[in-house]
């Protein structure tokens, strides 16, 4: 995995020590000050009914009031701090898993990057040079006078290249230490030449090898079958003599290795009876710089691409053949799902309050089977679609939330709220149109409800509550 690759920034991770020590440091301030309240609540109204014990009866009933309902708090926070308690793990549990996936995910980008990363294989078609004296006049001072000088200089022109036949294989192999592609190519190209000037018949062959290249081998140019001999290192000019109206061919071969992409560019020119056929051996391939082949031919693992002009074309992206990579698509979906895990868990919790009796007991086993079965999510995920993986795990989710209810009415009603609460809110962050699964699942949450309480459609009995 690539260095670079990080986790969402500023986002909780319990697997860093100094996060979960601030995290128990925290919750431990947070507990002791509930405490406290709760403790100076019951201090302060056993001393109000202590001091008015003697009082009027009308404020002993006042004093038994307030007592009552204090009792009524303390059972009520004893869920709500029950659900905290759940809560606040849960929910860094879930940044947690949503750190390390977002971490995967940014590997995983990176390693494909990686993968076809480098310097393109580029080469320019060859140029035919020939130099002409152009006159040209300037004006200098001579003995204190204007004078006009009118002299001759050389200039460099180019002619136009008769033909172009191309071919190149392409190999691709792997560089193990980086994991990235490289290609070897067989170059082979046949050029044909026309001098259709009257006054020239010296000329410059400039075939320069590949830019990008890593390792260039068995370089030569020929004319008519005869090897071409270098003048000067590094120089890539060949001259020859051609008289007017005569035409000769040149054949321009090596071996080269480079990054994870060969194009050919015209670096501007004019080209005229062109054909070009660049054979991929491997895949998958596909062309490059948009320029559309005449023909594409797949033969097993290798693919044939052929841009083939009778006439002339000129193009302003060079043809090419590069790796094509499977896209990764919808990142930052299983990130941004178990950010939101929560509160869909606070929900989810909501409903079945709202749907049946509620044990400490249940509370516990239905906050555990959630998470559990988010955690199984985020792993199975890397391996299968998110949305099928949720299915299968909705299933198993399901048959277990039928255990909440002591009897089929209570069951029955469990289930209805996990599929609102829980079902179909996880798998409306999974799909593209979140928002229709999402009020959907708000729709029926408060369908249920409303038959569940408005009109007695579906009732309970008190021995539905499962102890």
């Known amino acids: 995995m690539s260095s670079s690759a990080q986790g969402i920034p500023g986002l909780p991770d319990l697997t860093h020590p100094i996060e979960l020590v601030q995290?128990?440091?925290?919750?431990?301030?947070?507990?002791?000050?509930?405490?406290?309240l709760i403790v100076a609540l019951g201090v302060a109204i056993a001393l109000i009914s202590f001091s008015l014990s003697r009082s009027q009866p009308e404020q002993l009933i006042f004093i038994g009031e307030?007592?009552?309902r204090y009792s009524q708090l303390l059972r009520g926070l004893q869920h709500l701090t029950l659900i905290l308690v759940l809560l606040l793990p849960g929910f860094f549990l879930c940044s947690t898993l949503s750190n390390r996936y977002h971490?995967?995910?940014?590997?995983?980008?990176?390693?494909?990057?990686?993968?076809?990363?480098?310097?393109?294989?580029?080469?320019?078609?060859?140029?035919?040079?020939?130099?002409?004296?152009?006159?040209?006049?300037?004006n200098t001072q001579v003995n204190g006078k204007i004078v006009k000088v009118n002299e001759t200089r050389e200039i460099n022109r180019f002619l136009t290249l008769a033909g172009s036949q191309i071919q190149v294989k392409l190999d691709q192999s792997v560089d193990v230490p980086g994991r990235s592609s490289i290609y070897q190519a067989n170059y082979t190209a046949d050029y044909k030449v026309i001098n259709q000037l009257k006054d020239i018949n010296n000329f410059f062959f400039e075939a320069p090898p590949p830019n990008g290249y890593t390792l260039l081998a068995s370089y030569k140019v020929e004319r008519d079958s005869t090897r071409l001999q270098q003048t000067n290192p590094g120089d890539y000019g060949f001259p020859f003599r051609l008289q007017p109206g005569e035409e000769t061919t040149f054949r321009v071969t090596y071996q080269a290795q480079g990054g994870p992409r060969w194009v050919y560019s015209a670096a501007g020119q004019l080209l005229s009876n062109f054909s070009l056929t660049a054979i991929a051996n491997f895949a998958p391939a596909d062309f490059a710089s948009g320029v559309v082949p005449?023909?594409?031919?797949?033969?097993?693992?290798?693919?044939?691409?052929?841009?083939?002009?009778?006439?002339?074309?000129?193009?302003?992206?060079?043809?090419?053949?590069?790796?094509?990579?499977?896209?990764?698509?919808?990142t930052g979906v299983i990130p941004r799902l178990l950010l939101l895990a929560p509160a869909i868990f606070l929900w989810w919790i909501l409903l079945l309050y709202l749907s049946l009796p509620m044990s400490f007991k249940n509370v516990v086993i239905a906050a555990s089977i959630f998470f559990a079965c988010l955690l199984t999510l985020t792993y199975l995920a890397r391996v299968i679609n998110p949305q099928l993986a949720w299915t299968l795990i909705s299933i198993i989710l399901l048959i277990l939330t039928w255990g909440l209810g002591a009897s089929r009415s209570a069951s029955l009603a469990a289930i209805v709220a996990t599929i609102a609460g829980a079902v179909l809110p996880i798998f409306g962050l999974l799909v593209p149109f979140s928002g229709l699964i999402l009020s959907l699942a708000g729709l029926l949450s408060a369908v249920w409800l409303a038959v569940r309480h408005w009109y007695?459609?579906?009732?309970?009995?008190?021995?539905?509550?499962?102890?």
């Open 456 to 467: 007695g459609w579906y009732s309970l009995h008190p021995e539905d509550q499962r102890l």
């Open 23 to 36: 995290f128990g440091t925290h919750a431990l301030k947070a507990s002791l000050l509930l405490v406290f």
């Open 294 to 330: 005449n023909e594409i031919k797949v033969n097993g693992h290798s693919t044939h691409f052929t841009w083939k002009f009778d006439d002339n074309v000129s193009v302003k992206n060079p043809f090419g053949v590069f790796t094509n990579t499977e896209p990764i698509r919808h």
């Open 66 to 68: 307030w007592a009552v």
């Open 103 to 138: 971490y995967w995910e940014q590997a995983r980008v990176a390693q494909v990057a990686e993968s076809v990363a480098g310097e393109k294989l580029e080469q320019f078609a060859p140029q035919i040079r020939y130099s002409i004296q152009e006159p040209y006049s300037y």
